[in-house]
């Protein structure tokens, strides 16, 4: 496997990206098997979750252990909580931080591991608004339903389809930037029509500017 092969060339660990976080780690773990391997995962890796993974960190065993993380979403505390076993791990010990988004983890985090992408691409669907003739209106009308029925709305892939979508307007690299915090108020559980409104507005704002 790709990863254990890299878990040799570094001395700290690896930062996998995949499709299905918690099912990989689970999968990787299975195969490692108990005595090689300590998991931890949630939907949002805590503060708590993080403190777990020290406490075992400092734990003797024979042979090197590997500390499976994984979530959907990473606290920046915890990511923080982190930060001091990262910088001296010790002896014996590796991690593998398991997550969707690069954009989930702290640019500390990701300079100590190695990063090995193993996410799927798929067609993202196109965003439910005409971006070219994007008004006030057509805002509105949107956020409001947005807000009534925020299950039926998968708020990643909108930004994401958002941002593409979104290409053809002169944005400045401060509001393309905007997208990535979009991303991580996602993983945050902001409520979506929130988050949405910032980008169309901004949208919105860029257009009547007429920087064309």
């Known amino acids: 496997m790709e990863v254990n092969k890299l878990l040799e060339e570094n001395k700290i660990g690896v930062i996998l990206l995949v499709n299905n976080p ?15 391997s300590k998991l931890f995962c949630a939907n949002d890796f805590s503060i708590d979750l ?55 983890l702290l640019p500390t985090i ?38 009534k029925n925020p299950n039926e709305y998968n708020l990643k892939e909108l930004i994401q389809s958002l941002y593409m979508e979104s290409l053809g307007l002169p944005l400045k690299q401060e509001e393309l930037e905007y997208f990535d915090r979009a991303i991580t108020w996602s993983m945050q559980y902001e409520r979506a029509h929130y988050v949405l409104g910032v980008l169309l507005l901004m949208l919105l704002r860029v257009k009547n500017a007429k920087r064309f």
């Open 110 to 147: 990701k300079s100590r591991l190695i990063l090995l992408n193993h996410t799927q691409k798929k067609r993202l669907p196109a965003f439910p608004l005409d971006i070219a003739n994007l008004n006030l209106s057509s805002v509105y009308e949107f956020l409001k339903e947005v807000s």
């Open 22 to 36: 918690i099912e990989e780690a689970m999968e990787y773990h299975k195969k490692l098997g108990e005595q090689k």
């Open 50 to 104: 993080a403190r777990s993974v020290i406490e075992e960190g400092y734990i003797a065993s024979n042979g090197t252990k590997i500390i499976l993380i994984a979530a959907e979403s990473f606290n920046i505390a915890a990511q923080n909580a982190l930060l001091k076993i990262l910088e001296e791990p010790p002896s014996g010990v590796k991690f593998v931080l398991i997550a969707r988004l690069k954009s989930s």
